[in-house]
């Protein structure tokens, strides 16, 4: 595949995502689940998430200053980077259910669809990845689920995001509400059979210390 070629299937992709309206048919059922005994977290990981969410709202604005100062916005984004070592074990479980009459093939996974994965709560903080990546666009396998049955997707460590590379942290115990959204690109030869996008319904769980 040419540059060119792409190029077009990527600003095709971006189009999706931003002009995506919401989806009227009940054929495809998304549900988020989460372990019903919910999540431990580990008290050295709740001293070094302490301040994530402050460290990551200070480095935008650093980013956005006129006057930015390299050594702060270096020492931000090494604590920053510092915390995405932090594997936390929080895996949430993504199921697409078929309720329909036919087979249903949806082009989920590489870029032809992104997982939104949202979450509130006084300990949840997201960092969006700011890294290098590759330019080429990468097509899956289609999925396909029989009518009457289901898929499951692991979301490891709370990844979310373009190929999977943005992530929530839980720096603290409590309650959490999770939901999630599927985007996917359309192209001509599946425009018509796949919906543009899916949404979970809210779900809660709990974050208790680990003794």
Same mark, same amino acid.
């Given at each position: 595949?040419?540059?060119?070629?792409?190029?077009?299937?990527?600003?095709?992709?971006?189009?999706?995502?931003?002009?995506?309206?919401?989806?009227?048919?009940?054929?495809?059922?998304?549900?988020?689940?989460?372990?019903?005994?919910?999540?431990?977290?580990?008290?050295?990981?709740?001293?070094?998430?302490?301040?994530?969410?402050?460290? *990551?709202?200070?480095?935008?604005?650093?980013?956005?200053?006129?006057?930015?100062?390299?050594?702060?916005?270096?020492?931000?984004?090494?604590?920053?980077?510092?915390?995405?070592?932090? *594997?936390?074990?929080?895996?949430?479980?993504?199921?697409?259910?078929?309720?329909?009459?036919?087979?249903?093939?949806?082009?989920?996974?590489?870029?032809?669809?992104?997982?939104?994965?949202?979450?509130?709560?006084?300990?949840?903080?997201?960092?969006?990845?700011?890294?290098?990546?590759?330019?080429?666009?990468?097509?899956?396998?289609?999925?396909?689920?029989?009518?009457?049955?289901?898929?499951?997707?692991?979301?490891?460590?709370?990844?979310?995001?373009?190929?999977?590379?943005?992530?929530?942290?839980?720096?603290?115990?409590?309650?959490?509400?999770?939901?999630?959204?599927?985007?996917?690109?359309?192209?001509?030869?599946?425009?018509?059979?796949?919906?543009?996008?899916?949404?979970?319904?809210?779900?809660?769980?709990?974050?208790?210390?680990?003794?």
């Amino acid at each position: 595949m040419c540059h060119k070629e792409r190029m077009k299937k990527q600003m095709a992709l971006i189009a999706a995502l931003i002009t995506a309206p919401l989806l009227s048919a009940n054929d495809l059922k998304l549900e988020l689940i989460a372990p019903k005994q919910g999540f431990m977290i580990q008290k050295e990981h709740v001293a070094a998430l302490k301040d994530l969410g402050q460290d *990551q709202k200070a480095l935008e604005v650093a980013m956005r200053s006129e006057n930015a100062d390299p050594k702060k916005i270096d020492e931000l984004s090494a604590k920053i980077d510092k915390a995405r070592t932090i *594997q936390q074990g929080m895996d949430l479980t993504l199921r697409i259910t078929n309720n329909g009459k036919k087979t249903a093939k949806l082009p989920y996974g590489a870029d032809t669809s992104r997982n939104i994965l949202t979450i509130e709560g006084d300990g949840a903080v997201v960092l969006p990845y700011r890294g290098m990546m590759t330019m080429e666009f990468r097509m899956p396998e289609p999925t396909e689920i029989k009518a009457g049955e289901s898929k499951e997707w692991i979301i490891k460590n709370l990844s979310f995001g373009s190929r999977d590379m943005d992530r929530w942290y839980i720096a603290k115990p409590g309650t959490y509400r999770a939901s999630c959204q599927i985007l996917f690109s359309h192209e001509e030869n599946n425009k018509d059979e796949t919906p543009p996008q899916l949404r979970t319904e809210t779900i809660t769980f709990d974050v208790k210390m680990k003794e």
